[in-house]
């Protein structure tokens, strides 16, 4: 056992910190919640950008500061903060000191060092090659060799946390049995982050060797293959670990435990085992494979993936409204749900996070990952429309119903103005519900993704787009200034909330900002014996929708042109 | 315990299933099959599929290609720059090229009849979009395409390029003829 001196135990929940890990998270979320504040500032002007009335930017500026915004917050941000959440769910929940601290302390070193370099790359200007840097088109050398450095120091934060769940393991700090849930979503994520580091290592690495000179050829079509490898399943990093939090934020605000651990746990498992092929859905409309290919990955990874979500879909609120029942609120479909915290900013962000990953970014995904739907969608606003409803209306709300709870806990401060910490997540989520939603009308109406200027004023030929494309482009760019100011409201309260939020002391609070967990079964709970019939309403609702959503897509297509 | 803590069971995968869950895994599991089968039943029955054929070429293989049928099918020329429009017999093999920045060339079609169309960049990653029927492919040099066509509405279609190609990307468009 290391010396007790290097813990701290948090008078409010019982968590105890190891302090090399402690000052690790914090480091890690302020890193993450830095490239937050840019990413979301650029994300402002891109909005105001392709709101056509508006078109602020150059184009050159434009396509700058969209590859700056893409590296920034679906790279940098998420990686960081995913890497707070590892060391939290290893060294804090399995109550162990992390594993060598100094390795960890390398490993965000070069996640810093790599993250400023790239960053740097593209603020120069020649790097204008959007996040998915596609050969042939290349950027300057020190844009690869930024995102590789930082590639490097996220695997070694990856080993530090598997390194800690063998210490916690082999000093028996969390007893006997097995690692709680939410251990198990953060081991699904480091292991889906070790492959799409991997993937990304095998591409970028020649990519920035052919850059300098020392390879001459990068096939494009294997290029895009493999850095789907990674650009894929590295979202899917971000699932898995928005997900062991939203499990955290239940287990948190209502001290529920899952349904049954089994279920949960073996959805998590289909993560790994699936979900790394699912990337070919970004090839569905590419010459060189076939049909067969396309399906088997598409279908055979991405469902039983797409079942895993489901599932947690299911067992998530389903275990939030077994704790609710049995703390009483047992009346009738949706009492427990009426009566949850909805001014409590983790929780509302949570559910918020739960629904808009499920209804926008789950459905679309899927329907868009579909062989032939993919040919009315590909590279249309459509795609972006889709993850932006995953990684900002899904993962960053997660994270940032997360860290209303770890201010005082881990930063040991009260978030300064708790008033406008209520309406934080409901301005950031209805603002993202309706820039996805009208993002995503704009694609079905052909809308481009990545382009500067869809009135083609300077174009060889004119084209266009009925006015109510216009209109969508508007009414996204009107939620999308709703969410900013969500997400700004967010990165001032929380940045003031470190700096000068009153200090808590070494006494528990009046106020419990953790429930106690809930006694174990579902009996007596429930109507006519099922347990959780309200969760099971609102997963029913969600089936109708997404079948009818899907069929519907297919009407559309089967009006195109023939082709085969 | 919650799902912060270790399971309480520590044979926890001996545990009974919960029957709502039970249900929801059947059902989601049954609708993942019907997704499955969707694909393959639109192949066999619906009408928009992608080929599976497609070749590996080089810029200059493809670029003669595109070249022969322009100088065999031209019928006039247009826009400022002089572009070749292109009128080839239904069935014929229709080459259309990509690069920075344009489509070339201009092709006129007739409705309702089948063409086999074929695709290449002759530099960077292009996105064929093409608007209003919003149907999009990508377009990678090295590589050509067949697709076989049957344009059902006639008109004056445009080609957007969808997939970003650096500084000119927002001007690089192209037209299709539906006659």
């Known amino acids: 056992m290391a010396n007790t001196a290097e813990f701290r135990t948090c008078p409010d929940t019982g968590l105890l910190f190891h302090k090399p890990a402690e000052t690790l998270m914090k480091l890690n979320a302020v890193a993450g919640i830095v490239f937050l504040l840019v990413g979301g500032v650029i994300g402002l002007l891109m909005i105001l950008t392709r709101w056509p009335t508006v078109h602020l930017l150059q184009a050159d500026m434009f396509y700058m500061l969209l590859t700056a915004h893409g590296v920034g917050v679906l790279i940098f941000w998420i990686i960081f903060f995913e890497i707070a959440v590892l060391y939290f769910a290893s060294s804090t929940l399995l109550r162990s000191r992390l594993a060598t601290p100094r390795w960890a302390w390398l490993g965000f070193a070069l996640m810093v ?96 060797l052919w850059k300098i000179g020392i390879i001459n050829y990068i096939d494009p079509l294997m290029y895009r293959i493999i850095w789907w490898g990674m650009g894929h399943s590295s979202q899917q990093i971000n699932v898995s670990a928005h997900i062991a939090v939203w499990y955290l934020i239940a287990g948190v605000v209502f001290g529920a435990k899952p349904l049954s651990e089994k279920v949960s746990r073996m959805a998590f498992l289909l993560y790994i085992l699936f979900l790394q092929l699912a990337s070919a859905h970004h090839l569905l409309g590419d010459p060189g494979l076939s049909s067969e290919w396309k399906i088997f990955n598409t279908s055979y990874a991405m469902y039983l993936a797409v079942l895993a979500s489901m599932i947690h879909g299911l067992t998530v609120p389903g275990s939030i409204e077994a704790a609710q029942r049995k703390r009483g609120f047992n009346k009738g479909l949706f009492e427990w749900l009426r009566k949850a915290p909805w001014g409590n900013p983790t929780f509302s962000g949570m559910f918020l996070s739960l629904i808009i990953f499920g209804f926008l970014g789950g459905i679309t995904g899927v329907v868009m990952g579909t062989e032939q739907l993919n040919l009315i969608m590909h590279n249309t606003l459509y795609v972006p429309g889709h993850f932006h409803a995953t990684v900002v209306g899904g993962t960053t709300l997660a994270f940032m119903a997360l860290t209303y709870w770890l201010v005082p806990v881990l930063f040991q401060r009260d978030v300064v103005l708790p008033g406008l910490a209520k309406w934080q997540p409901y301005l950031f989520g209805f603002g993202m519900i309706g820039f996805t939603l009208f993002m995503m009308g704009a694609g079905t109406l052909g809308v481009p993704r990545r382009h500067w200027d869809i009135s083609f004023a300077n174009a060889l030929f004119q084209y266009q787009y009925p006015e109510v494309a216009y209109l969508m482009l508007g009414l996204m760019a009107i939620s999308g200034i709703l969410a900013i100011v969500g997400g700004g409201l967010f990165v001032l309260q929380i940045v003031a909330s470190v700096l000068v939020g009153r200090r808590r002391g070494e006494v528990k609070s009046a106020i419990p900002i953790i429930a106690e967990p809930v006694a174990a079964g579902v009996h007596g709970i429930g109507i006519g014996g099922i347990s959780v019939p309200g969760t099971l309403v609102l997963a029913l609702v969600f089936l109708t929708t997404f079948i009818l959503y899907y069929f519907v897509n297919w009407k559309y297509l089967s009006q195109v042109w023939g082709l085969a | 315990m919650s799902s912060l803590l270790p399971p309480a069971e520590r044979i926890w995968w001996k545990e009974p299933i919960e029957s709502v869950e039970l249900f929801w895994v059947a059902i989601a599991l049954v609708w993942a099959i019907v997704m ?27 670029g003669k290609k595109v070249q022969a049928m322009v100088d065999q099918y031209t019928v006039r020329k247009e826009t400022a720059r002089d572009m070749p429009v292109v009128h080839p017999p239904a069935g014929a093999d229709v080459y259309l090229l990509g690069r920075l920045w344009e489509w070339y060339p201009i092709l006129e079609l007739e409705k309702d009849k089948t063409y086999r169309l074929h695709l290449s960049s002759m530099d960077w990653q292009h996105g064929f979009s093409l608007q209003p029927e919003n149907i999009n492919v990508q377009v990678i040099p090295g590589y050509e395409m067949v697709i076989k066509i049957t344009p059902n509405k006639s008109g004056e279609y445009t080609i957007v390029c969808n997939e970003y190609c650096g500084i000119g990307h927002h001007a690089m468009t192209g037209r299709i003829y539906v006659k």
Not at chain 1, 126 to 148: D, K
Not at chain 1, 154 to 171: K, N, P, S, W
Not at chain 2, 48 to 58: G, I
């Open chain 1, 113 to 208: 060092i790599g993250s400023i370099t790239t960053m740097v790359a593209i603020f120069q200007g020649r790097s204008s090659v959007m996040m998915t840097s596609y050969v042939p088109m290349s950027a300057e050398p020190h844009f690869y060799l930024g995102l590789i450095l930082f590639a490097v120091g996220a695997l070694i934060g990856c080993f530090v946390f598997l390194g800690t769940l063998v210490i916690a393991r082999a000093e028996r700090t969390y007893g006997e049995g097995s690692i709680p849930l939410v251990t198990f979503g953060a081991l699904t994520a480091c292991i889906i982050a070790i492959f799409t580091i991997a993937s990304g290592a095998i591409i970028l690495i020649p990519t920035f």
């Open chain 2, 36 to 62: 499955f089968i969707m694909m393959p039943y639109w192949h066999v029955y619906g009408k928009q599929n992608l080929s599976n054929e497609a070749y590996r070429t080089s810029t200059e293989l493809y």
